[in-house]
Every structure is written in C-alpha cells, then in structure tokens.
C-alpha cells in the first residue's frame, strides 16, 4: 500500500536521524613531522591574524562528517587545513559535523600532498570539495616540493578554475583575503620551504611566537630610539650653552658685563 492510500503512514514517517557513534580519530599518523609542521603552520598563523576575531574556526587533519552514507562506508575525510568562516569559533570541537553546524562546509581547504596522496588530493577530494562541499577557495602544496603549489576558486557556475600566480608565485585565497606562497625559514627546529601566508601588502602573516619576537624587537626600538632622542637633546643642549659662553666671553673681551645685558 501506498503512502498516498495510508494517511497514517505518512504520519509515523520520521526524519532520518544523523548519526552519533561517529568516530574522530582513525589513529594514522600525519605523512611527517614536516607535514604536521606544516598544517600547525597555517592554523596558528591564521589565528594569529585574526586574534581580535571570534567568528570563525580553522582547523586540520580533523574529519569532516557530512553524509550518513558517509559515516556507514567510514569514509573519512580530514582535510590537512580547514577553515569556516561566520560560525562561533570558541565552541570546541572535535571534528567538523555539518549537520551540527547549520549545513555550513569549509569556505578554504588546503591539502598538504605527499607522493601517496598527490594524486587523490588533485582529483577525488579536489571533486569532493567541487561538487559536494562547495569549498570556495582549495589549495594543495607538498612541503618537499617548493613548486608544487596549485589552487582553484569556485566560479558561479559551481565549477573550480585554476588560479594564477602573481610574479612571486603567490596564489589569492579570496576568502581569506591572504595570500598563499611559499617561505623559506626554520620552524620548530626544521629548515624547509613553507607555506604561508602573507596580506594584501604582501607582508607575511607572522606566527604567535614571530609575533612576540617582532613586539619586542619594535620595544626595544622604542627604547632605544627614546635614548637616542635624550642624547641628541642632551647634546644640543650642551652645544646652546657652550655658545652662550663664548659670547659672553667675548662681549667681556669688548668691555661689556654680559650679565648686565
């Protein structure tokens, strides 16, 4: 019998509830300690940026549930380095579960490849976050490989295009309004080119501990440019009184009493 013959069917019909027993931790390891440095790279220094800001969250190598078939066939999906924009960035979370976040998909994806990966990272995830995400802004990058960064922006048709460097090989992540490019340095101990980002004037978004280092290198600056200021004032000073001796010593030379002037 048809529901359309069964008006009581159609009221015992329930929505489908999302799953609970969702899993948040498929205990594999990042591919390396650059690749984990990496990610943490991106996360801090994007939190970092937006210090003042509480209205978004970024994260990585943290599954993304999205589907009940999904979480049935445990397919996991954890991109490296995620962020969602307009969403309250203070509640804590142990994975991305759209249904819990108002259907809300990451608006930036950044997958960080290693030759294993390289290929799914271009192609199945890259039309998983196309067609079903609708990331806007995916970028994927290998830190052993400083030429392999790529990135695609949604168009309105739903549709990735290819994005195009700039003459340092940046590539424009217009969510974020930062830039994506490379940056050769040591981090945590390791000496790579990493990927990061810098703003609209092309200035490097610094890291937390960058951060505190450059506050009080500009500190010390201040201080020492408050010592100069001191000293040049002493100095000047000192030149006004010297002068005002040699006058007064020649006005004496000439029969005047300069204190009588």
């Known amino acids: 019998m048809t529901t359309e013959n069964n008006p009581k069917a159609i009221l015992d019909w329930e929505h489908p509830t999302p799953p609970t027993d969702l899993i948040f931790d498929d205990g594999e390891?990042?591919?390396s300690n650059r690749h984990r440095i990496a990610m943490n790279v991106l996360i801090r220094s994007l939190q970092q940026a937006w210090i003042d800001r509480n209205d978004f969250f970024t994260g990585g190598n943290m599954f993304i549930y999205y589907s009940s078939a999904q979480v049935r066939n445990q397919d996991f999906r954890g991109p490296d380095f995620f962020a969602v924009l307009n969403v309250n960035g203070t509640n804590s979370r142990q994975g991305w579960v759209v249904?819990?976040?108002n259907g809300?998909?990451?608006?930036?994806?950044?997958e960080l490849m290693s030759p294993s990966t390289a290929k799914i990272d271009q192609t199945v995830k890259k039309d998983l976050y196309e067609q079903t995400f609708h990331t806007s802004d995916y970028f994927v990058y290998d830190p052993f490989d400083s030429t392999s960064l790529q990135g695609w922006h949604l168009d309105h048709n739903q549709q990735y295009q290819s994005l195009t460097p700039n003459e340092?090989?940046?590539?424009w992540c217009q969510k974020l309004s930062l830039w994506l490019g490379t940056y050769e340095g040591t981090i945590d101990r390791e000496t790579a080119v990493?990927?990061?980002?810098?703003?609209?004037?092309?200035?490097?978004?610094?890291?937390?501990?960058?951060?505190?280092?450059a506050q009080a290198q500009a500190v010390v600056t201040h201080a020492?440019?408050?010592?100069?200021?001191?000293q040049a004032a002493a100095v000047?000073?000192?030149?006004?009184?010297?002068?005002?001796?040699?006058l007064a010593a020649r006005l004496r030379e000439l029969g005047e009493n300069p204190d009588l002037l």
């Open 29 to 31: 390891p990042l591919e």
């Open 99 to 101: 249904w819990e976040e």
């Open 104 to 110: 809300r998909y990451p608006h930036v994806i950044v």
């Open 168 to 171: 340092r090989g940046w590539l």
């Open 194 to 213: 990493w990927l990061r980002f810098y703003d609209v004037a092309g200035n490097l978004v610094l890291l937390p501990d960058e951060a505190a280092v």
């Open 224 to 230: 020492e440019i408050a010592v100069a200021q001191a």
């Open 236 to 246: 000047r000073e000192e030149a006004a009184a010297a002068q005002v001796a040699r």
